[in-house]
């Protein structure tokens, strides 16, 4: 189930970018948690793009690695924005589109189908956007895609516990 109703899918939407702001900021110059460990920004993106739709969330996944390097300097440039902007990017689109073009939106816990897959998807793009760039450049002074996946570790695992409950809680509370 996607939010059809459009005013609630934009407000829905910008929060989600807000909360891609703030939680990052909070957590990592607030309390000094590097975001490779909570992986802050995914939370909301995923959301979105579960609750939101595929465009939405994918607008979402991109926008938030830009503001967040513009406002706070993280990601860093290089080579970490572009390698987060088209892992966010792909969490926010594959979240949508499976909750609104297959029937695990519709399925009561699908949310414990597509959140998995969606979490993949983008951890493929993260592969694909860290080997393109080491491609081109040569060396790169980033998290190699296994070094990343063991770091976040702690953030894929609050992600597999708080997503889905907020989902379900969403989907029942919020009229479509």
């Known amino acids: 189930m996607v939010i059809k109703n459009k005013t609630q899918r934009l407000t829905l939407a910008g929060f989600f970018v807000a909360l891609g702001i703030i939680l990052p900021f909070a957590l990592g110059h607030g309390m000094g948690i590097p975001g490779t460990l909570l992986l802050p920004m995914h939370l909301p993106v995923l959301l979105c793009g579960f609750l939101c739709g595929p465009t939405y969330g994918l607008l979402c996944g991109m926008i938030l690695p830009i503001l967040?390097?513009?406002?706070?300097?993280?990601?860093?440039?290089?080579?970490?924005?572009?390698?987060?902007f088209f892992e966010l990017?792909?969490?926010?689109?594959?979240?949508?589109?499976?909750?609104?073009?297959?029937p695990l939106g519709n399925?009561?816990?699908?949310i414990y189908i597509a959140l998995p897959i969606a979490m993949l998807c983008g951890r493929l793009a993260y592969a694909a956007a860290f080997y393109s760039i080491l491609l081109a450049v040569g060396e790169l002074k980033a998290l190699t895609v296994g070094a990343a996946i063991i770091a976040g570790l702690p953030g894929i695992l609050i992600q597999l516990l708080i997503i889905p409950p907020i989902v379900l809680m969403l989907k029942r509370n919020i009229k479509a």
Request: glycine share 12%.
């Open 107 to 110: 399925l009561k816990y699908g």
């Open 68 to 84: 967040n390097c513009l406002m706070t300097g993280m990601p860093a440039p290089f080579p970490m924005l572009p390698i987060m």
């Open 89 to 102: 990017a792909l969490y926010g689109l594959v979240s949508g589109l499976l909750f609104s073009k297959t």
